[in-house]
């Protein structure tokens, strides 16, 4: 009994160290994305600090997409501004056809009333 005890802790042992070194091979990975993309970005040291590193990149993608969205909101906002704008142009342009209708008018009718 002591025997299949000892039996099993070594198996979940092994399988514990199995998976542990699958971890640091993906961390040896990420490790080596993060610097292939930050390699001049002398604020982060994955090496040195990889929680840190990572977290700083996590806040500068945060960052960056609220940048992005602000920056939407301003294109939207430019582009209702150029839609006000030519509508308004178009409004003037129909009012001087209105009133050049309506001066056009006036002068057929006195015309036609002499």
């Known amino acids: 009994m002591h025997d299949m005890t000892t039996l099993e802790l070594e198996k979940k042992f ?3 160290a199995r998976y542990c070194q699958r971890l640091e091979e993906e961390k ?3 490790k080596k994305v993060i610097k ?3 390699s ?3 604020y982060l040291d994955v090496d040195e600090d990889y929680t840190g590193s990572v977290e700083n ?3 500068k993608l945060v960052s960056m997409e609220e940048e992005c969205n602000e920056l939407s909101s301003a294109d939207n906002l430019a582009t209702a501004i150029d839609q006000i704008s030519n509508f ?3 409004r003037n342009e129909l009012n ?3 009133k050049k209708f309506s001066g056009e008018k006036k002068s057929i009718c006195s015309q036609i009333n002499k």
């Open 28 to 30: 040896t990975i990420i």
């Open 96 to 98: 001087k056809i209105v």
């Open 14 to 16: 092994q399988k514990y």
């Open 88 to 90: 308004t142009k178009t």
């Open 40 to 42: 001049d970005r002398a």
């Open 57 to 59: 990149l996590l806040e």
């Open 36 to 38: 292939k993309y930050t």
